[in-house]
């Protein structure tokens, strides 16, 4: 699995590619857990490397790095390992930005990663607290399996 390429400054010198020089940025992750959060957070990093803020390492640096987190992808054999690496991916970007806000929701993931295997369909009738309010979701009274209208208007009239 290709999880994410980094600050990557010129990537594809090889045959056939052109080097971009470091005007490039391509940032991207498979099978997302943190989908938003994520996008916000590399859309911080990219803005904030081109502001002059952040400090991309050399190219040699940055391909090293590169081939590092592409050897360890091949050790992530299970949603266990896909979570907390996207969890250290955040981390190291909320690094590099100075970000000080909670970015580390595994245990949340890994609880959902756990509800999904003991029981692929009824693991979206769980709840689940948020980490900012402490507020445990709302169970729908219906189980989701059942639930075939996805509208708003169906949504608030089961609960009315």
Request: net charge neutral.
């Given at each position: 699995k290709q999880w994410y390429q980094r600050r990557v400054r010129g990537y594809g010198t090889e045959k056939g590619k052109k080097d971009c020089g470091g005007s490039l940025f391509y940032m991207a992750m498979q099978n997302q857990c943190y989908t938003f959060t994520m996008f916000d957070m590399q859309a911080r990093w990219v803005t904030?490397?081109?502001k002059g803020i952040v400090k991309v390492p050399?190219?040699?640096t940055c391909v090293a790095a590169i081939a590092a987190q592409l050897e360890e992808?091949?050790?992530y054999?299970?949603?266990v390992h896909e979570i907390l690496g996207q969890t250290k991916y955040m981390k190291m970007l909320a690094e590099d930005l100075?970000?000080?806000e909670q970015t580390?929701?595994?245990e949340?993931?890994?609880e959902w990663a756990r509800h999904k295997t003991e029981n692929i369909l009824t693991y979206r009738d769980q709840t689940h607290q948020s980490i900012v309010t402490k507020d445990v979701s709302i169970l729908h009274p219906l189980p989701w399996v059942s639930v075939m209208e996805d509208s708003l208007e169906?949504?608030?009239d089961t609960f009315s």
């Open positions: 904030s490397v081109i050399d190219r040699n992808n091949k050790t054999t299970s949603p100075g970000y000080t580390d929701l595994s949340l993931f890994l169906s949504y608030i």
